[in-house]
């Protein structure tokens, strides 16, 4: 410190200057504080808002009602559905997505990636105007006999274009990260492209990919915009959760608000799912080169 | 068995025949089936070729255990191979848990379930520490003649080829520049690449002829003779054991005292343009200190004229 330096009648102007920098430090310390005070409060308050508006037997009830069940059931066959679809066809292109060099690429990734961004209602308008009755291939379709829009089939598709890109994204990245060195092996050990896909690297990304299902799921439960655009909101077929919180907001406030909270459960459960995922992965990774965090070559047997 | 300084495409050649890497041209068969072969467009794909390769880190699947690792290339439990390895103790393990000479002989026990037509070994102890490296390669040096299979072994250390193989190819480059015994390789080196990969001295040099062979001027001063006859500019090889120390006033050839260190009762003396392995003096002495000038001397036989 120059204050401690300081001789005679510098010494109270130095003393002065030494303090202003250490009140600097004071305000910058209770201003971080603040702001990151602020910034929770500001996040959690709607949260303790939403469970705390009614008293638990109300929140029940609420979400005993006969639209709350509905739009239970729907989003539960609907997100299903969506999901076995998206690892059923998701899982084998991001694993050649994740493995194959070939030219275009980056472009491919870039336009799968292109729904992450893209606001949900231009989702649904797209998914209306491509296969409703009036689009692109909905009038092929509809001379099939086929009519998507505003049916199950439609909350199904909605939650697919929304939710996949982030499971293709987490899973390439995961996959990108098995050894190929291992894949490699399995080939010269007879295994096929399918079985070196299958027992080799999807168990080795398997953490990678648990989390990366677990983003898309919560994306899916929590689909509104494309949803409402292509399926419409009819209560016990294309009516989810989150259009039950939206249609119940005028005629029922509490109910409305019991869906919220049990939506919120949903996430919260999801979170922490793929947060165990995602370190579990980290664990698994370490493991697909033995020679690093393994035992010494001199540990007793 | 071949040899190579890095990035001469020792792994890359292995890889090739392994099926994981497509070269531009040439033709890889084994007894009278064709692998590989660029002009008829044959590639068979590296599942359908029967190998077994061991990449330098062998390759374990981590989430498997030792016998699943094992019956994965196979398709059925071996306890006769984990049995002849010495592993059936550790089928419940996973790879993490072995050490490196128990790893090696699980990725051999799952080489051998492929039933392969050929062993391809990159860099066996590449990742090994100097002492497990000397106990793992001499149980490699026991259990590969009783394989009785052709291996191909890469590996960048000339001591590997001399414990390990019959016949040593050396590479440099892609390019195969010696294919002989190890003994030969040590005595007639086809080129100074593969003297000093050998660990040879290799100097730059004139030679005289002169009676029964010839008089070498070393560049940097100092001549030695040589059994075999030149004219001009060459090179020379002489082994480090090859060289003798002499007092530096009645020598041809003197040179400065880098470092002595002593090994296993030798010592390793690395002079300004020469490493000698010489005897210590009868009494134990070293005698030879750092920055001292000694004589150098080496039997005609012993140096070896390359190019």
């Known amino acids: 410190m120059t204050a401690a330096a300081g001789t005679g009648s510098q010494r109270s102007r130095d003393g002065a200057r030494a303090w202003v920098p250490a009140a600097g430090r004071v305000a910058l310390v209770i201003s971080v504080a603040l702001t990151i005070a602020v910034s929770m409060a500001f996040l959690m308050l709607p949260i303790v808002a939403l469970i705390t508006y009614q008293p638990l037997h109300d929140l029940i009830s609420g979400l005993g009602s006969q639209v709350a069940v509905d739009a239970i059931e729907v989003s539960v066959k609907t997100n299903a559905i969506a999901f076995v679809l998206m690892i059923a066809f998701g899982t084998p292109f991001a694993y050649v997505l994740a493995r194959r060099r070939f030219p275009g690429r980056s472009v491919v990734i870039t336009l799968l990636e292109l729904p992450l961004v893209m606001p949900p209602a231009v989702a649904g308008l797209g998914l209306l105007v491509a296969f409703g009755t009036l689009g692109l291939l909905g009038h092929t379709l509809s001379a099939l006999g086929i009519d998507l829009a505003f049916t199950q089939a439609a909350v199904v598709m909605a939650i697919v274009f929304v939710a996949s890109p982030f499971y293709l994204r987490g899973a390439i990245a995961a996959f990108e990260a098995v050894d190929q060195t291992l894949i490699d092996v399995a080939g010269t050990l007879g295994a096929g492209p399918v079985r070196r896909m299958l027992r080799v690297a999807t168990p080795l990304a398997a953490g990678g990919l648990g989390a990366a299902a677990a983003v898309a799921f919560a994306r899916g439960i929590g ?76 540990a007793p047997r | ?64 255990t030792v016998a699943a690792n094992v019956r994965f290339a196979g398709r059925r439990d071996r306890p006769d191979l984990l049995e002849r390895f010495g592993i059936d103790h550790l089928s419940a393990a996973h790879p993490w848990q072995l050490s490196g000479g128990e790893r090696q002989r699980v990725a051999l026990a799952r080489a051998l379930a492929r039933e392969p037509q050929v062993l391809l070994l990159d860099e066996p102890f590449g990742a090994l520490d100097a002492i497990t490296r000397q ?122 005292v880098v ?49």
């Open chain 2, 135 to 256: 106990r793992v390669r001499d149980e490699l040096t026991g259990l590969l003649p009783k394989l009785e299979l052709p291996t191909l072994l890469v590996t960048h250390a000339f001591e590997d080829a001399t414990a390990l193989a019959d016949r040593v190819g050396v590479i440099d480059n892609g390019r195969l520049v010696q294919v002989a015994t190890s003994a030969q390789l040590l005595d007639s080196p086809a080129n100074a690449m593969v003297a000093a990969l050998t660990g040879a001295n290799v100097l730059e040099a004139i030679a005289t002829p002169g009676a029964s062979g010839c008089t070498v001027r070393l560049s940097g001063g100092g001549e030695l003779r040589s059994s075999t006859t030149a004219d001009g500019p060459v090179q020379i090889a002489i082994h480090p054991w090859e060289i003798e120390l002499t007092d530096p006033s009645s020598s041809t050839l003197t040179d400065h």
């Open chain 1, 223 to 298: 689909e509104f915009g494309a949803t409402i655009l292509f399926a419409g909101s009819f209560q016990g077929t294309t009516q989810t959760l989150p259009l039950a919180v939206y249609s119940l907001f005028d005629a029922n406030l509490d109910q409305a608000i019991a869906i919220g909270v049990l939506l919120i459960a949903v996430s919260a459960a999801i979170l922490l799912i793929s947060k165990l995922l995602a370190s579990s992965w980290q664990t698994s990774s370490k493991l697909t080169s033995p020679w690093r965090g393994g035992r010494s070559s001199f």
């Open chain 2, 1 to 64: 068995m071949l040899v190579g300084p890095s990035g001469s495409g020792k792994t890359s050649l292995l890889r090739t025949v392994a099926g994981l890497e497509r070269p531009h041209a040439g033709r890889i068969s084994l007894g009278g089936e064709v692998w590989f072969d660029a002009r008829r467009g044959v590639r068979l794909s590296a599942e359908r070729r029967r190998v077994g390769y061991l990449p330098q880190d062998y390759g374990l699947f981590p989430h498997l």
């Open chain 2, 259 to 307: 470092s002595v260190r002593q090994d296993r009762g030798r010592l390793n003396v690395r002079l300004h343009r020469f490493s000698v392995d010489a005897a210590p003096g009868s009494d134990g002495q070293i005698g030879i200190a750092e920055g001292d000038v000694v004589g150098l001397r080496a039997v005609p036989s012993s140096v070896r004229i390359l190019r």
